[in-house]
């Protein structure tokens, strides 16, 4: 789950093995180009960006998510997933 993911984020091996659950590489490297921007670590980045995603997002993406997160063998990493992609889209 999300919660599971967010606490094991601690450095930055736990965040890139995070994202790459999400199997997706060009989401990686616009998570660090993110991380670089905003100068901090990658952990730190995912965690700044979820919290980002849950305080801004409008009720439709929250409609978008419920959707995908029922259909999902891993809802914590779709999630994840959906967050940064968020981000990177504002």
Same mark, same amino acid.
């Given at each position: *789950?999300?919660?599971?993911?967010? =606490? +094991?984020? /601690? ?5 890139? $093995? ?13 998570? +660090?180009? +993110? ?9 730190? &980045?995912?965690?700044? /960006?979820? +919290?980002?995603?849950?305080? $801004?997002? =409008?009720?439709? $993406?929250?409609? /978008?998510? *419920?959707? *995908? ?9 779709? &999630? ?11």
């Amino acid at each position: *789950m999300l919660g599971d993911i967010l =606490a +094991r984020l /601690t450095d930055e091996t736990t965040a890139v $093995e995070a994202i790459l659950g999400a199997g997706d590489l060009a989401l990686l490297a616009a998570v +660090r180009e +993110r991380a670089a921007a905003e100068g901090v670590d990658l952990a730190a &980045c995912v965690i700044q /960006t979820v +919290r980002r995603y849950t305080a $801004e997002a =409008a009720d439709e $993406e929250w409609i /978008t998510l *419920m959707g *995908m997160l029922n259909r999902s063998q891993d809802p914590g990493t779709a &999630c994840l997933k959906r967050a940064f992609a968020y981000a990177v889209r504002g």
